[in-house]
């Protein structure tokens, strides 16, 4: 309870948008598990949308190694946002058919984020006109993805300033060339303030490409793009006020000191470590008092991280 006017209010007497705003800080295991179980007011507040605008769940997919499972969480979470999703982060989409029950609820959707996601061009490129109201987007490690879908996103995605096409070193490696992406960014981008093409096989004419094309570009990532041809100084000369990070990779031993203080932050927070069941409707089913006692099922969802995945241990250029 808190205090107004040396009067008492009650915590549950606040309304659902307030309730919401505050139960959105909480940990996605306690927003779920924890906090319904409270009152009828929290469970009416963390049921519907007001919790729901902005839906981070990249740690938690990260961890769960089947599809389904994910698929009916994000069914659950969207769902209850009632259209009001802004910002949707997750990693690992198994097939197209989620992405487009992401894209059949993105009216309101400003930012998305599904990195390592095994998408396809058609998949993507059928439902990019749905996206129109993205100004954020994140297709890292989506190897499956090529230009086709990149120019269906750049035709149908006008207000996109932000996009992220990092890749890993190991999955470009039978890649001869990555400037049909380069082009596709180029013609359809025009309004981009941030790019992300780390470890990109994109060439000297197809940064240049960008370059030319992408006026307003502020932010510039080429780490690992090693068949770019040009120097700090080319771009302090004609691009004085954009930073620019890359082509070539430095302070590899850095990047291995924050790796090991990302793990450190990683394992230290438990929070987003689920485990429950689903009902056949999507919502969620009887919670495991067990769990309680003797902690999260390890074998339900492996704690495990695939270090060779991490972009903080990618090798330094040649």
Request: proline residues 4%; glycine residues 6%.
């Amino acid at each position: 309870m808190m205090e107004e006017d040396g009067e008492f209010r009650r915590w549950d007497e606040l309304i659902p948008d307030a309730l919401g705003l505050i139960f959105s800080h909480l940990p996605l295991q306690e927003i779920l598990t924890v906090v319904p179980r409270v009152c009828k007011a929290w469970n009416r507040a963390v049921t519907g949308p007001y919790c729901w605008q902005e839906i981070d769940i990249e740690l938690w997919s990260n961890r769960c190694h089947q599809s389904d499972h994910l698929d009916r969480m994000l069914q659950m979470l969207i769902l209850r946002s009632s259209g009001s999703l802004r910002k949707l982060s997750v990693t690992g989409l198994q097939n197209d058919s989620i992405f487009s029950f992401i894209a059949q609820h993105a009216g309101s959707l400003k930012t998305l984020k599904v990195p390592r996601s095994s998408l396809s061009n058609s998949g993507v490129v059928n439902v990019a006109e749905k996206l129109s109201s993205l100004t954020f987007l994140d297709l890292s490690y989506c190897c499956k993805l090529g230009p086709e879908a990149i120019q269906a996103i750049g035709k149908h995605c006008k207000a996109l300033i932000e996009f992220s096409r990092n890749m890993h070193p190991l999955d470009v490696a039978s890649v001869d060339s990555h400037d049909d992406e380069a082009y596709a960014i180029a013609s359809t981008m025009p309004r981009l303030k941030r790019l992300e093409i780390a470890y990109h096989r994109v060439s000297t004419e197809g940064v240049l490409k960008i370059l030319s094309s992408c006026i307003f570009l502020e932010f510039l990532e080429l780490r690992g793009c090693w068949d770019v041809q040009l120097d700090n100084k080319f771009f302090k000369e004609k691009f004085p006020d954009m930073k620019v990070l890359g082509p070539r990779v430095i302070g590899f031993y850095d990047m291995i000191n924050d790796w090991e203080d990302c793990c450190s932050d990683y394992f230290s927070d438990g929070s987003d470590y689920l485990a429950w069941e689903f009902l056949e409707d999507g919502e969620m089913g009887e919670f495991y008092e067990d769990e309680f006692e003797h902690g999260w099922d390890d074998n339900f969802y492996a704690d495990s991280v695939n270090i060779d995945m991490e972009p903080h241990i990618w090798p330094p250029s040649p």
